[in-house]
């Protein structure tokens, strides 16, 4: 960090040549400062006062920031700051900063000293990053204590020829309050996003793919997730250890591992989302008292995989089509889901007498055929016969047959979802 200090006290020499050009202010207004290539961005911050806006042209500026004062940053036509691959390339370190049209790039690889494009650190509330690109740094963003932060129309990618574990993550936040991370393109990073201890926040509008997790998330409350596309990651979207989280509108698909992992989540509405051709679409482990409504859960080797305890939660109205197994279930006991409303499954056998739209007899997602083909995986060539539908009705008549299974007292015999084809064939590589 030394060394990025020197570049800057070099750079303040500058000043003395008159290159800066000073737009025409009245005086105690904020002022616009003109920055041309060849010349320093440090030696401009240092120049201005708290409020002033940096008008960069574009160029190429070899520079380490350190953004100390409220201050606006705005590139025309996109400038380059390349941090020379080492350090932080921007650290903020004062309230009110915003970052606008950037490419900022070239931080250090150094993983304890969590090397970023831009670090927010602690006590630097009110930070805008807005419509910037963020290119081969070792953390896109690292957001550290600063709360109501925002995070817009940028692009994120990391180090790509870096193995993934030795990547930092698009975008780090940390034991922050009222986060705004919207509209963002990341991907190529170890998580794309990385939150920790982060409450209030809004996060919208994101796309992530080619990552660990398109997201990984734990420990923090009050949080809203929709309209995120996250695809070709490990995991699409992982909420562990949280509570009262919104999780609405996201698409999550062909990841290699699951598509939405529900893990020790208590309080939360899950609804209106797409999880398709995933290995598993839903991975739901110790998670209670949650409501999970209209998700179209589509074309995914295992559609839910269900386990630990998880339980009280209210599962109405979604469409499970076409996946491998339907629900892969862990328990002693049955578990009711749709008994207000059902839900929709494709794999479906009953009949409705009536026409009402229900099925007549309730939907058992784990029947003995079901548990068979998870020991003898070759039985799957034979999930059409007539032989192992008839096993299947059989092993009905017979309590001692059965097994401990999700139940669903009211099947639609018609998915709600209109555009459920769309979804088919997704899958990860």
Not at 86 to 97: L, Q, S
Not at 326 to 331: A, E, G
Not at 335 to 362: A, F, H, M, V
Request: a neutral charge; aromatic letters at 10%.
């Amino acid at each position: 960090m030394l060394r990025v200090f020197r570049r800057q006290s070099r750079a303040l020499l500058a000043l003395a040549g008159g290159w800066m050009l000073l737009a025409v202010s009245p005086p105690g207004l904020a002022r616009e400062w003109t920055v041309a290539p060849g010349q320093s961005i440090a030696a401009a911050i240092a120049q201005a006062a708290a409020g002033d806006t940096l008008l960069i042209d574009r160029g190429h500026y070899a520079e380490n920031l350190l953004i100390d004062k409220p201050l606006t940053l705005r590139g025309i036509q996109r400038p380059t700051i390349a941090g020379g691959l080492e350090g932080d390339t921007i650290r903020i370190t004062a309230p009110d900063v915003t970052l606008d049209g950037l490419i900022v790039t070239d931080s250090g690889d150094d993983r304890i000293k969590q090397n970023a494009g831009i670090y927010i650190q602690p006590g630097a509330h009110r930070a805008k990053v807005l419509n910037c690109v963020l290119a081969y740094n070792l953390f896109g963003m690292w957001i550290e204590k600063a709360n109501d932060v925002e995070v817009r129309g940028n692009n994120i990618t990391g180090k790509r020829d870096y193995a993934s574990i030795l990547r930092g993550n698009g975008i780090q936040l940390y034991n922050t309050t009222g986060a705004r991370i919207i509209d963002n393109r990341i991907s190529y990073t170890r998580d794309a996003l990385y939150v920790d201890v982060s409450h209030h926040a809004v996060f919208r509008g994101n796309h992530l793919h080619h990552a660990r997790y398109g997201t990984h998330y734990m420990n923090s409350y009050f949080n809203v997730w929709e309209n995120n596309d996250s695809h070709h990651n490990r995991g699409g979207l992982a909420l562990m250890e949280a509570r009262h989280q919104t999780v609405r509108n996201n698409h999550a698909w062909a990841n290699s591992d699951h598509g939405i992992m529900l893990r020790t989540l208590q309080n939360s509405v899950v609804e209106d989302n797409v999880v398709a051709g995933n290995q598993r679409g839903f991975f739901i482990y110790n998670s209670q008292f949650n409501r999970v409504r209209h998700n179209l859960v589509i074309d995914n080797h295992v559609g839910v995989h269900l386990w630990a305890g998880s339980v009280d939660n209210s599962v109405e109205e979604n469409d499970f089509i076409a996946n491998r197994v339907q629900i892969r279930y862990v328990s002693n006991r049955d578990t009711p889901w749709g008994e207000k409303q059902g839900n929709y499954w494709s794999n479906y056998l009953g009949w409705d007498r009536d026409g009402d739209g229900i099925g007549d007899i309730p939907y058992e997602a784990n029947d003995m055929v079901d548990r068979l083909s998870w020991r003898y995986p070759m039985m799957k060539l034979l999930l059409s016969s007539p032989s192992l539908q008839s096993l299947r009705l059989i092993a009905r008549q017979f309590p001692l047959l059965r097994a401990p299974s999700v139940v669903d007292p009211k099947p639609h015999m018609r998915p709600l979802h209109d555009n459920w084809r769309e979804w088919l064939g997704k899958y990860f590589d």
